[in-house]
């Protein structure tokens, strides 16, 4: 790794940069009074102008030539790249789309605090370019809203947390053994009354396309299954014992689980995937159930387990049909390849996946599962490690020859032990080191080297 200005503020940001150029000159920020911005990034110039009002500098908008800040498309850029360029004259900003200059401005907010930490009188921006686009194209978080009820409120306040650290999927598990969060007309509401109403989807869908978040719904099945099962005994392998899986061998099971889907992707228009769950699945219903033997011989299968990747590969079927794109948690089944797999055990089932062509996310329990707690003082559930933000920034790794399809990484918040006012406390103290994981280059991350940028952004007061 090359040797890098500490001091300079183009060498303070997280995620770390793909390519920082310092020149040695500084710009101050008295020069700077106007910004010229395209008809078509209108909105967005707005966000920076606010950005600078925030630390008391006003800049006006203005169509003028001459503006010190300029903002402005590049399509030769990455999709999802940026770069800014500071002389001692001017700021130019660039992106290679919305998404990219939305991403410029978050890198900007972290300049300002730098610059401006000394009092308006004393603020100056060091000149040099920054030139960035992501490793990943998949950064998500995972929020379990079945276990614990999160408000419409707090969700806006995670996806604007996610998408300033430029992540850009929120993974939404909405069904679960505790709850069933929909608005359904097919399932009831529940007693507690805690569900999502149409509107609050449409207003949720509508902040993350504005923070350039696509959302990833979750029905979770065969398995975790509970609560509907409560609901529809008749779909359960023993309807006086519903249990917790789903009956593989019942047929109005299956058109019952493809209403839901179909209900689900009603609900979400714009998300091109949905995740069908499919882990954790106990077998010991299915193998004591005379429908599920039926099916299991029918099928001229041998094992249980054979029959439940036949009835995901069903599930992932329907999803195609309807035209999107379906994603399981990993097991140890084998799935088409064009459904996308969630590993969560570890690291070797990016080993195990590779060879059947599926693109994969890492979300490695013991590197990324949030409701671990981050030091030894949190509560936690008997079984779980300790995982503090460096286990975060550490996280395993597949080998280079496999990064062809690794799509991405995910950060996961099971809620079990987690209420709402919990979330953003388990989530913001290990943001920082998942995001450098998600966007930044593997060969750019250097633990000390984010410590001191971390600490540099905490000690101006910089919160995204």
């Known amino acids: 790794m090359t040797q890098i200005e500490t001091g300079n503020i183009l060498n303070g940001l997280i995620p770390r940069p793909a390519r920082v150029i310092p020149t040695g000159y500084r ?17 967005l110039g707005n966000k920076l102008v606010k950005s600078f009002q925030y630390f008391g500098k006003v800049i006006r908008i203005t169509a003028s030539e001459d503006a010190t800040v300029t903002l402005d498309l590049d399509r030769t850029l990455a999709a999802e790249g940026w770069k800014i360029e500071i002389s001692q004259e001017a700021i130019h900003i660039y992106g290679g789309s919305h998404a990219g200059i939305f991403y410029a401005f978050s890198a900007m907010r972290q300049i300002l605090a730098l610059g401006f930490a000394r009092g308006n009188s004393l603020a100056f921006f060091d000149c040099g370019t920054i030139e960035d686009n992501p ?3 998949w950064r998500g978080l995972l929020l379990d809203s079945a276990r614990h009820f999160q408000s419409k409120e707090k969700l806006k306040e995670v996806i604007r947390l996610i998408a300033d650290w430029r992540l850009n999927v929120f993974h939404w598990h909405l069904s679960d053994a505790q709850g069933f969060r929909l608005p359904s007309d097919i399932v009831p509401a529940p007693e507690d009354g805690l569900c999502y109403t149409r ?71 714009d998300s091109p995937i ?25 099928a001229g299968l041998s094992r249980m387990r054979e029959l439940e990747n036949q009835f995901m590969n069903e599930m992932s079927r329907h999803v195609i049909t309807c035209g999107r794109r379906p994603m399981v948690w990993c097991t140890d089944s084998v799935h088409p390849a064009d459904t996308i797999v969630q590993a969560w055990q570890s690291v070797n089932e990016i080993y195990r996946n590779y060879p059947h062509g599926n693109q994969m996310v ?4 013991y590197c990324y599962y949030f409701d671990y707690p981050a030091n030894s003082s949190e509560p936690r559930l008997a079984w779980m ?80």
């Open 274 to 298: 949905i995740h069908l769950g499919g882990d954790e699945a106990g077998t010991a219903n299915w193998e004591n159930c005379p429908k599920c033997r039926a099916a299991l011989q029918q």
């Open 135 to 137: 490793r990943f194209e």
């Open 362 to 365: 890492n979300s490695v329990h």
């Open 27 to 43: 710009l101050s920020v008295d020069s700077l009074n106007s910004i010229r911005v395209p008809s078509e990034l209108q909105h």
């Open 385 to 464: 490690p300790e995982l503090s933000d460096e286990n975060v920034y550490q996280a395993s790794e597949p080998l280079a020859e496999m990064s062809d399809r690794l799509f991405g990484v995910e950060a996961c918040l099971w809620t079990e032990i987690v209420p709402e006012w919990r979330v953003l406390p388990k989530i913001i103290s290990r943001l920082p080191a998942f995001a450098e994981n998600a966007w930044s280059r593997i060969e750019h991350k250097n633990w000390h080297d984010f410590q001191r940028r971390k600490m540099q952004l905490e000690a101006v007061g910089y919160t995204a």
């Open 199 to 269: 509107k609050d989807l449409k207003e949720i869908a509508a902040l993350a396309a504005e923070h350039f978040v696509r959302i990833v719904p979750e029905l979770d099945m065969p398995g975790h299954s509970n609560y509907l099962l409560r609901r529809f005994p008749q779909y359960a392998c023993d309807p006086l014992h519903p249990g917790a899986e789903f009956c593989l061998g019942n047929t109005g099971a299956r058109f019952f689980i493809k209403s839901l889907l179909s209900e689900m992707m009603e609900f979400f228009p």
